[in-house]
């Protein structure tokens, strides 16, 4: 297999015979920024979602490199699943972080798939696992904020939370389910520049559902236009033209 990630074929249906996903076909490899962009509803999140099963393709494949082992994420179940899913590092828009523990706390969840049931249940952390949290909390700028509740945390500081704990995870592929979408502008710049920065340092793929077109070429590799379930440009962000972007969103009049 040739990168990172293959999506071969790829349909959901939330109805029976209404697919949000029409036989989608991506690559994603090396290292850089995939930036996923399309009007609301056309299927964005539910890519991403696929690729990570927090929802269960109808059909299609997922084919993931997991420990020098191909598998397809869009067949596995149980354990199987569990530990494929480890190496797949997610970031959501809502953050999805547990309140009432300090960052600190919540970084650790990130090798909890690496742990035993028991280890888990008892949060028996290995050292190394805290020594790279707090490597993790120097790269996104919260070394300070170890012991801090999350919930005292703004916006921007609680999507750093978000990255590095995906991070701790040591992933083969890192998603990013609309990361800046609640974010000021110059937030939202950091955000996505720390998330390409990271892609590349650890030459990992990171794949970002955006609804930001400008920001989306200004920092991405690569730009994945999508409506109505498919695919309709895929390519370099200078090759995005004006008649992509009516044939993606539908029209001039957004941009006006």
């Known amino acids: 297999m040739s990168g990172a990630l293959r999506i071969e074929r790829l349909v959901k249906e939330y109805k029976p ?26 299927g964005k999140s539910t890519l991403i979602r696929c690729i990570n099963r927090l929802v ?32 797949i590092g997610m970031v959501f828009q809502e953050y999805n972080l547990v309140e009432r523990l300090t960052v600190m706390e919540n970084l650790l969840t990130g090798r909890l798939g690496y742990l035993s049931a028991w280890r888990a249940w008892r949060r028996k952390f290995e050292p190394e696992d805290f020594a790279h949290a707090y490597e993790l909390l120097g790269v996104v700028g919260l070394s300070a904020f170890a012991n801090q509740r999350v919930d005292a945390l703004s916006g921007g500081q609680r999507q750093r939370v978000g990255i590095a704990r995906a991070l701790m995870q040591q992933p083969s592929v890192l998603l990013a389910d609309e990361p800046t979408s609640s974010l000021d502008p110059k937030t939202s710049v950091e955000i996505i520049q720390l998330l390409r920065d990271q892609g590349v340092q650890r030459g990992i793929p990171v794949m970002v559902n955006i609804h930001d077109v400008e920001l989306a070429r200004r920092y991405s590799d690569r730009i994945v236009g999508m409506t109505g379930g498919h695919v309709v440009y895929d390519g370099p962000p200078d090759g995005l033209t004006e008649d992509h972007l009516h044939t993606i969103y539908g029209g001039k009049a957004w941009l006006e």
């Open 17 to 42: 015979g209404v697919p949000v996903l029409k036989s989608i076909d991506l690559t994603i490899e090396g290292t850089g920024l995939t930036s996923i962009i399309g009007p609301s509803g056309t």
């Open 56 to 87: 269960t393709p109808t059909s299609g494949r997922i084919l993931l490199q997991v420990e020098g082992e191909q598998v397809d994420m869009a067949q596995l179940q149980g354990r199987a699943l569990r530990r494929a899913r480890r190496h």
